[in-house]
């Protein structure tokens, strides 16, 4: 069992930045690929960013990629998310989770979750 919290978000001005974290519990950690999802209001979860256990490979959506990047501490049981060059249409809650093998793009194959962080990016 592992649990999630997430933190960091808030409400930004357009072009501005924000780093997420997620705590994880456990000391099994390290041995989880982790991922960053997002919902926004009337829409699916959909996939932001994925990191491998040990931090060596990272994959990243073509939406966020080059303003957004994953990255994590394993020393610390955490999993970042850094956003620069927020945009109106990032509004979303964004969830942390985990899942034991390989990195993945489908929420379908985590298996623990956070409770999410609201970010608000206004224009």
């Known amino acids: 069992q592992v649990q999630l919290v997430e933190s960091g978000g808030g409400l930004m001005q357009a072009g501005g930045s924000l780093r997420l974290s997620c705590a994880a519990s456990?000391?099994?950690?390290?041995?989880?690929?982790a991922g960053w999802f997002r919902q926004a209001p009337g829409k699916e979860r959909e996939f932001v960013a994925t990191i491998s256990s040990s931090g060596g490979t990272t994959f990243s959506h073509s939406s966020v990629k080059g303003r957004f990047t994953i990255s994590r501490d394993n020393a610390k049981n955490t999993v970042y998310l850094q956003m620069n060059g927020l945009k109106p249409e990032d509004t979303a809650v964004y969830y942390c989770a985990v899942k034991k093998g390989s990195v993945a793009t489908s929420k379908n194959l985590y298996n623990f979750w956070g409770q999410g962080t609201q970010v608000t990016v206004s224009s």
């Open positions: 456990g000391r099994t950690f390290s041995t989880y690929a």
